[in-house]
């Protein structure tokens, strides 16, 4: 998922906006997890993502009226990532999808300075197949298995305009509490450039950490945090 930014501080002063954001993160991911009682780790560093990804895709749309808005993003990957060698190493196969809800209220609108309180859900689905490749008397074990969950989580963004074409946004939601997760933490910044009222181009970086336990399942516990750059385009109506 792209980084959380302020979509359409150009329409602020309008009835009613909408605003369409795309983007792409060439990130790395760290797993670490239990699965049937054994313990993994698992990193795919930025090039193997861009080598071993089979899709990923998302986007960010916000439509709002006033002070008042809703923010959804989505997001979905595939990625496979390795450690070790083939007598002793750990091979990691998932895809995850994630779709995030937000209501907001912009509570501040200055002449550069505009910052909004956001509140609502992240709901994370995950399909994950683990094979450890460890010498006797380990042997080999392989495992797949799925978690999905559904966090509640708040929010605030701030959005600076150094000049009329040039601004700064930042991002960040907090949630899970153990209700789906035990922590869910999402942080972001970008800088924007604005060609025109209607079409921008962002860049900046993101990063995205939640954990999740589960005693009775085969995957008990799972902890991922995707991290890197991040570049999109917007456009705004």
């Given at each position: 998922m792209m980084a959380f930014?302020?979509?359409?501080?150009?329409?602020?002063?309008?009835?009613?906006y909408g605003a369409l954001r795309l983007g792409f993160q060439p990130y790395t991911i760290d797993l670490e997890g239990t699965?049937?009682?054994?313990?993994?780790?698992?990193?795919?560093?930025?090039?193997?993502?861009?080598?071993?990804t089979e899709s990923m895709w998302g986007f960010e749309a916000e439509f709002g009226k006033g002070r008042w808005f809703l923010n959804v993003a989505a997001f979905y990957q595939e990625v496979v990532s390795e450690k070790g060698n083939m007598t002793l190493g750990v091979e990691t196969t998932g895809s995850e999808f994630a779709v995030n809800p937000m209501l907001g209220y912009n509570v501040y609108r200055g002449d550069r300075l505009s910052l909004d309180v956001m509140g609502g859900i992240y709901y994370v689905r995950l399909d994950v197949e683990v094979d450890i490749y460890a010498p006797a008397p380990l042997g080999n074990l392989s495992r797949d298995t799925d978690l999905d969950f559904l966090d509640?989580?708040?929010?605030?963004?701030?959005?600076?305009?150094?000049?009329?074409?040039?601004?700064?946004?930042?991002?960040?939601?907090v949630g899970g509490f153990g209700v789906g997760s035990e922590i869910h933490v999402v942080l972001g910044a970008n800088l924007v450039y604005n060609f025109t009222d209607w079409f921008a181009v962002t860049g900046g970086y993101r990063w995205w950490h939640w954990e999740y336990e589960d005693d009775d399942a085969t995957l008990s516990d799972l902890e991922q945090t995707l991290y890197g750059p991040i570049i999109g385009i917007q456009f705004t109506y």
């Open positions: 930014a302020s979509l359409a501080v150009q329409a602020q002063d309008k009835d009613w699965v049937a009682g054994r313990d993994f780790d698992a990193t795919a560093d930025l090039m193997d993502v861009l080598d071993e509640p989580m708040v929010g605030v963004r701030a959005y600076y305009a150094i000049t009329e074409k040039f601004g700064v946004s930042a991002a960040g939601q």
